[in-house]
């Protein structure tokens, strides 16, 4: 951090001082305390009104009510039935669910109750890496060779924030949930949320409770924490890999599976 008041320059703690007085000085640093002990910056107190800011307004046509026999067969029990219906029927714009161990079931169950019931569901990630891994991780329902059909012309439900705020074009038919929240910095939200508000699309996002916060410049989710936000809190209610797929043991299984439904 002493590097923006160094400029890469070895100072000692003199210097470093003037530097930081001279940015307290020009209002680049703000003191938290009396001790001028703790410091945030002009721009970070920004980034944090903008983001409160953008999830004040109410939004309209948030409300989406989901056929119950849509939450059948996804392994959740009936209070977890129930968070899930309750995530598409809140009104509130921002959604955030404190997962407490892997969000595999809940990030299955969004995608394919959502898909069942009309909507876009798209799994946004922190970076390409986590990408791959909830793309293997999340899957489509594939139970039956036409499901497995119908999905394989569907475009992919996951994709990383950076490209996903580049080329999305959503609407209010379009749900973002994102994976590992807790890993966005306030700039990820700001520019995440500026694309739901464009298109009046919900956003849920997985708040990995027991995880590291993101290297990124400030905890953007107790900021969210203290807006317009639907709070809940989620357990798994068995393991993970509860995607649910065809199981046969290669390509060519599937071919004929398919050679016989249509002959």
Do not use: C
Request: hydrophobic share 40%.
């Amino acid at each position: 951090a002493t590097l923006e008041f160094t400029q890469g320059q070895k100072l000692d703690a003199l210097d470093i001082k003037l530097a930081l007085d001279k940015h307290i000085e020009d209002g680049a640093l703000i003191p938290l305390d009396k001790e001028s002990a703790t410091f945030t910056s002009a721009a970070h107190l920004k980034a944090e009104t903008n983001l409160l800011e953008s999830i004040k307004p109410k939004t309209a046509n948030m409300r989406q009510v989901v056929d119950i026999n849509t939450l059948q067969g996804k392994g959740l029990n009936a209070d977890n039935q129930k968070k899930v219906s309750e995530l598409f029927a809140s009104t509130k714009q921002v959604n955030l669910v404190n997962v407490f161990g892997s969000s595999e079931q809940l990030a299955t169950a969004l995608l394919n109750v959502g898909e069942a019931n009309g909507k876009r569901i798209h799994i946004i990630t922190p970076d390409m890496k986590s990408k791959l891994q909830t793309s293997e991780r999340v899957q489509r329902d594939s139970s039956t060779v036409v499901k497995w059909i119908m999905n394989h012309f569907k475009p992919d439900h996951t994709h990383t924030l950076s490209s996903f705020t580049k080329t999305a074009n959503n609407t209010n038919r379009d749900i973002l949930v994102v994976e590992n929240a807790n890993k966005l910095g306030l700039n990820d939200f700001n520019a995440l949320l500026a694309q739901a508000k464009a298109g009046n699309s919900k956003v849920i996002l997985l708040n990995h409770a027991n995880a590291k916060q993101g290297m990124k410049a400030g905890n953007a989710i107790e900021v969210l924490k203290k807006g317009n936000v639907n709070e809940s809190n989620w357990v798994a209610t068995k393991q993970s890999n509860t995607a649910m797929r065809l199981h046969e043991s290669k390509d060519s299984d599937r071919v004929n599976l398919i050679a016989k439904t249509y002959a």
